[in-house]
């Protein structure tokens, strides 16, 4: 693995800098911790809309697309550099379901009416996207989906209900999983992969509160929502291979996860020095293992990416980094929370919260990253039926 930049790929993270520094808003906080969550709050989505369409221009939306598809042609670090500064910045503007998930899904498995159809809106920052895959009963064995779609001449009628599903309340599409053969031998065979519009008539969506008091969750009902059979992604009945590949480009996504940390420990950094207590041997300590932390989660994260750049298998590196990085967060929040003491407690609203609470809200975000995107216990599995291949229990 090399562990450098080159020169064009440090002259385009530069590029990125200068162009948030001058979009971004002065003086305005952005609460963009967490990607599902976060960005779908309403001061927050207006801006993202505008800015997805400036990237959009820029062409960075899709830097590592294909040329024929309207991309760039670039390699996959360019995305990453892109994804890096972003997160660090806490900027709006970047749809990771479109962008980093539907989109190579498409180009992979889609036909080319649904590459036509779809990718450009996207490269354009136009469209934004949900992912319909956990329900009540179904998260981490996703195999076990009961949403049911039923073939109808040249429709599907779903039924069903999807949760935790990000953004489905504002979002245009929404790329799910449902079980279109009932009687197939095995729970992961007969599954479907579709694209519905959000607007199709028989969608109920009901934000839920998290823990921050956000509303970018939601609970989705599918009662008899019909739709073309052009909207199948891949082959009927085979919406686990579909389903599997999408989740490996969802967990690629640590580049930016570990930028948002070392954004937080630069922010605390700031503050301790300025309040003389850095001097202090304690929290030089918590200070040094932290950084230990989010520099080992970059480089576990880079070399998936590193990987990925050069066209070869991510294979089990994309869940190590996964696991390291989710609970590399934590960690990390929990160690900067204490650090803070009693105004660690302190949320936004307050008056006397330090660093305007965001440390705080980081913290509380935090809970969810060893669960979003494939918890600990499945990356656990993963590597140890595939690396270490150990028998299943």
């Not at 993202?48 to 042609?73: F, I, T």
């Not at 095995?186 to 579709?194: A, S």
Request: net charge neutral.
């Amino acid at each position: 693995m090399e562990f450098t930049f080159t020169q064009e790929e440090e002259a385009f993270r530069q590029e990125v800098r200068k162009f948030l520094d001058k979009e971004m808003p002065q003086g305005l906080i952005i609460p963009v911790v967490n990607l599902a969550e976060d960005l779908y709050q309403d001061e927050v989505w207006e801006l993202h809309k505008v800015m997805a369409r400036k990237l959009g221009k820029k062409g960075w939306l899709s830097l590592d697309w294909p040329r024929e598809y309207g991309g760039q042609g670039l390699s996959a670090m360019y995305s990453a550099i892109f994804q890096e500064e972003m997160r660090y910045c806490g900027a709006p503007g970047w749809d990771p379901q479109g962008v980093s998930m539907v989109a190579p899904l498409l180009i992979h498995f889609g036909t080319e009416e649904q590459k036509r159809k779809h990718l450009p809106p996207i490269a354009r920052g136009e469209v934004f996207w949900c992912e319909g895959y956990s329900e009540p009963q179904v998260g981490s064995d996703l195999a076990s989906v009961q949403t049911v779609a039923v073939e109808d001449r040249d429709n599907f009628v779903i039924h069903g209900q999807k949760l935790w599903t990000s953004g489905a309340h504002v979002t245009d599409w929404c790329q799910l999983l449902a079980r279109t053969n009932p009687t197939a031998p095995k729970k992961h065979q007969g599954l479907t992969h579709f694209l519905v519009d959000m607007k199709t008539p028989g969608i109920d969506v009901r934000p839920i509160a998290d823990i921050c008091n956000g509303r970018g969750l939601c609970e989705v009902f599918f009662d008899n929502v019909r739709i073309s059979k052009e909207n199948v992604v891949g082959q009927k009945d085979h919406g686990w291979e579909t389903a599997l590949t999408l989740l490996s480009f969802e967990r690629g996504l640590d580049v930016g996860s570990t930028a948002l940390m070392r954004a937080f420990f630069d922010l605390m950094l700031r503050y301790l020095k300025e309040h003389h207590l850095t001097d202090k041997p304690a929290v030089r300590q918590n200070l040094a293992n932290v950084f230990i932390e989010i520099e080992t989660a970059r480089l576990l994260a880079y070399k998936v990416v590193w990987l990925a750049s050069k066209g070869l298998s991510t294979g089990t590196q994309a869940s190590m980094s996964k696991l390291f990085c989710s609970e590399a967060n934590q960690r990390c929040a929990n160690a900067m929370i204490k650090m803070l003491g009693s105004y660690g407690l302190l949320a936004e609203d307050s008056k006397a919260a330090v660093l305007q609470g965001r440390i705080t809200h980081w913290y509380f975000q935090s809970f969810s990253s060893t669960l979003a995107r494939g918890t600990s216990e499945i990356q656990r599995n993963i590597l140890a039926t595939r690396d270490l291949h150990l028998p299943r229990s």
